[in-house]
């Protein structure tokens, strides 16, 4: 599931400068969002963290490492505030509250929060289940199986 939207790069408190930038969500990576930045350069740059850090981003300040998110209010219309931070530097966004909190949900109604383990493949019992039957698993005793 992928949406463009304009996101404003920060400069000063006064100075914004738009960067059109593309939301990325995965069912097969259902614990991650995905941002590619479309700066003048030949390719995108590519930042992924946690949706949860996203989600709660909306209504509270959240994150404590490299990527930091919080509500703000500009000109009376409700942003998101990310913070990124890289060997490269630092950088602030802004993006529209109400275009992000929809795109996050469509994400919500694909993968509630809490089920992501269930669309990791494989999932931990599918490794285990294999791995078990690899083996001969049984209730007999272990030293008893390669007699």
Known sequence: MERELMMRLVLSPQDRVPVMTRLIYRVA???A??????IDSEKPVYWFFARDLLLDGLFRPSGSGDVRIWPARRAGLGVVMLWLSAAGGT????APTAAVAAWLGLTVQL?????ESTFLRPTLQQVLDSLLKDTG????NPDERHT
Do not use: R, T
């Open 33 to 38: 969002v995905h941002i590619a930045f479309h």
């Open 29 to 31: 990576s259902p614990c």
């Open 111 to 115: 993968v509630p929060p809490g089920s």
């Open 91 to 94: 950088v602030l966004m802004e």
């Open 137 to 140: 698993s049984s209730d007999q």
